[in-house]
C-alpha cells in the first residue's frame, strides 16, 4: 500500500494548482501559429513520455468518475509546468478527450499497462509519472478508494514497489522543506 504524504502532495499541488488556476485564452494572428501542434514535435521520445505521463494524471483523474475543478487546475499546472508554459489549454483539453475515448474504449487497466510500458524505458519519466499521478489524486486534498485503487495499480504497472514509490513520496516531501 502506497502511503501519500500529504504535506509534500499538498506543497506540489498548491504550485500546480497555482500554475494551472487560470485558463489561457486563445491566441490569434501569428502568436497563434506558433502555439499550434504539439510542444515536443519533433522530438518522438520525449513527445511519447509526455503523452504518456498526461494519460497516467488523466487516467488518475478520471478514476473516481468525478472531475472536479482542483483536479483540472492541477493537470492544467502540471502540464504547463512540464511544457514550460507553452501548452495551450483547448491544447490540454484535446490531449484529454483523447484519453477520454481510449479510456472507454480499452479500460483503466489497457491503459495504464500501456503508458506503463512507454514510461519504463526511461526511470525518471517513470518515477516523475508516478509522483504526477499522487499529485493529481490529492488534487481535491482526498485520495477516493478509486484513487488509491488506480494509483497502487499504476505503480505495479510501473514496476514500482510499495516501498519505492513512497520512498519516491518521501524525497518529494525532503525536497519541499529545502
Known sequence: MIKINTDA???LRERMLEKGGAPSIILSGPAAAKQQGHPLAGDPEAMALF???FEGMFLMLASDGA???EELEVLRGA?????AGVMRTAQIQELAAGCAARLDKDGEKVCLERIAGV???DETATEAAFVLAAVVAFADEEVTDEEDETLNLF???LELS???ANELLDELAQAQKE
Open 162 to 164: 510499495g516501498d519505492r
Open 155 to 157: 505503480a505495479d504497472f
Open 67 to 69: 472531475v472536479n475543478k
Open 51 to 53: 503523452d504518456a505521463t
Open 79 to 83: 502540464v504547463r509546468e512540464l511544457t
Open 9 to 11: 502532495i499538498a506543497a
Open 119 to 121: 514510461l519504463k524505458k
